[in-house]
């Protein structure tokens, strides 16, 4: 009785779901046999990995930007950041998870800070005193 109703919570959280209708993966290609099952193949897969990934692609997008030296200042940093937090793990007596901890409160305090904190306290930009971009020439 535990296990399915544990069993039931991880497949509803888990990303991949297999469990798909019929009726969602459109109708039969025309070239496909007759009595065939319907072909689903890559806009199911296509489906499963936007649906799993969705969420990160702007973390992706931005990691992309970086390894392809996009803007080198960025991407050089990015590397020294590495090397760093590398070294720091590697020659001091810190474990593991105590680093990995500390880069978790790192990313959170950086969310609380561009997602809460610096919209409340910013001040707006000013707005321009002519707003419009074409004046009419004749009234």
């Not at 069993?7 to 959280?13: C, E, G, Y």
């Not at 990691?63 to 996009?70: S, T």
Request: net charge neutral; aromatic share 10%.
């Amino acid at each position: 009785m535990i296990m399915a109703s544990l069993k039931n919570i991880l497949l509803r959280l888990w990303p991949f779901k297999t469990d798909t209708p019929d009726s969602t993966l459109g109708p039969p290609h025309p070239d496909s046999t007759p009595g065939a099952p319907p072909q689903c193949g890559r806009k199911t897969e296509t489906r499963k990995i936007t649906r799993a990934l969705g969420p990160w692609e702007a973390y992706m997008v931005t990691l992309q930007a970086i390894l392809i030296w996009e803007k080198p200042g960025t991407s050089s940093l990015a590397v020294v950041g590495v090397n760093l937090l590398f070294w720091v793990v590697i020659w001091s007596e810190l474990r593991v998870y105590f680093v990995a901890s500390l880069m978790g409160l790192l990313v959170f305090l950086h969310h609380q800070w561009v997602h809460s904190i610096w919209p409340e306290i910013r001040i707006p930009k000013p707005e321009p005193d002519d707003a419009e971009e074409w004046t009419p020439v004749h009234p």
